[in-house]
């Protein structure tokens, strides 16, 4: 069974950093696109980064220049480091395994982070 587990979640100041980190078990991680994603209360689930598995990077346009995925195949492990945060930053962000798949797409339970004015 597939799992994912995000970390690195918490409250920050506005302008400041957080480097989220999300592990996956078994092989199947360094063949497959993986998303972070976030959802705000009363707001739906948006797609915020993506990473293949050959290193083609997508960014949503409200967190480009600011926020940066990358993956270590080696350890099993996607990154999102998220800088100059903003308070429309908060949300429970949440990675994905294949978020673009037919069949199935795996889901962490997802990391809270918290951005104060």
């Known amino acids: 069974q597939v799992q994912l587990v995000e970390s690195g979640g918490g409250l920050v100041e506005a302008g400041g950093s957080l480097r989220l980190s999300c592990v996956v078990s078994g092989s199947i991680f360094s063949i497959k696109t993986m998303g972070w994603y976030r959802q705000a209360p009363g707001k739906q689930r948006e797609l915020v980064a993506s990473?293949?598995?050959?290193?083609?990077?997508r960014y949503a346009d409200s967190v480009t220049g600011r926020f940066t995925i990358s993956r270590d195949n080696a350890k099993n492990t996607v990154y999102l480091e998220m800088n100059s945060l903003k308070p429309e930053d908060t949300a429970l962000y949440y990675c994905?395994?294949?978020?673009?798949?037919?069949?199935?797409?795996?889901w962490g339970q997802g990391t809270q982070v918290t951005v104060s004015s």
């Open positions: 994905a395994l294949d978020p673009y798949a037919v069949v199935r797409t795996y």
């Open positions: 990473i293949t598995s050959r290193m083609t990077i």
